[in-house]
């Protein structure tokens, strides 16, 4: 049967956690996650079919449905509603076990940078960047959970007054794990995107040049592939009805010349 990412989302229930908690009904994200977890378990599954035929010599038939492969990266959650005997509970961008993490406003609209302190090193190395003191009531992880919100609040504050590039570049100086939230034209015009080939251009006859993602595999002994700008109504008319069905191309010019095809 089709699957659709976005449906399946919700009915595997990674919508409701990543939602924010305050949030009014479940939003989760916009990209089909359990489209790309489908096709890499797929992928795993035929090369594990492909390893038992060389041993047994007997061929598999897998199934796979893609909201099972959803449910499959959430087993921890599973156990947890079995501990607590509650389901758990949507927490947006936070982690259970370190703060500050998420995704703070910058200066600009709507322009956002991630942060994620993970340990007590980076925790020194956050308060040494943003020239605050290493208060003894916060050394450790748990109190920095325990007061997750105040210290949103307070990283907030910082990362407001500066562009999302230019936190991430002092917070990354000092070892802090940070990245600018990037949109579309943020790839576009990434210097580094653009120096490894992730951003190509593409020229359309009418539309002219475009920017647009490229090939992600590279392989050491082929050439690097990339699509072609997307073609005009009728340019492999001639191509196809002659290889197709033998026309000449004369034919195929009186075929348009009356109107049946382009």
């Known amino acids: 049967m089709p699957a659709y990412g976005p449906l399946n989302s919700g009915f595997s229930g990674v919508h409701m956690l990543w ?43 897998l199934e796979l449905a893609q909201t099972e492969a959803a449910a499959y990266l959430m087993g921890e959650k599973y156990l947890e509603a079995a501990r607590d005997g509650a389901d758990p509970a949507p927490r947006g961008n936070s982690h259970p076990h370190a703060a500050p993490h998420g995704v703070y406003p910058s200066a600009g609209d709507d322009q956002w940078v991630a942060i994620a302190v993970m340990d007590d090193d980076a925790w020194r190395s956050l308060c040494k960047a943003l020239g605050w003191d290493d208060e003894p009531a916060l050394r450790s992880a748990a109190d920095r959970v325990a007061a997750r919100d105040q210290l949103d609040v307070r990283v907030a504050e910082w ?58 595999l590279r392989f050491s002994r082929l050439p690097q592939r990339r699509a072609e700008a997307a073609p005009l109504m009728g340019a492999d008319t001639e191509a196809v009805l ?21």
């Open 19 to 61: 939602n924010h908690p305050d949030a009014p009904y479940p939003c989760g994200t916009s990209m089909n996650h359990p489209d790309h977890i489908a096709g890499r378990l797929l992928a795993v599954g035929v090369l594990a079919a492909l390893a038992e035929r060389e041993v047994s010599g007997e061929g598999q038939h």
């Open 159 to 216: 990362t407001q007054t500066r562009t999302k590039e230019e936190a991430a570049e002092l917070l990354q100086s000092h070892g802090v794990s940070t990245m600018p939230v990037m949109g579309p034209y943020d790839h576009h015009a990434d210097p580094h995107l653009l120096e490894r080939g992730a951003i190509v251009t593409l020229h359309h006859p009418e539309v002219g040049d475009e920017r647009h993602i490229g090939n992600p």
């Open 242 to 262: 002659t290889s197709a069905l033998g026309l000449d191309a004369d034919e195929v010019a009186k075929l348009v010349a009356d109107g049946v095809c382009r």
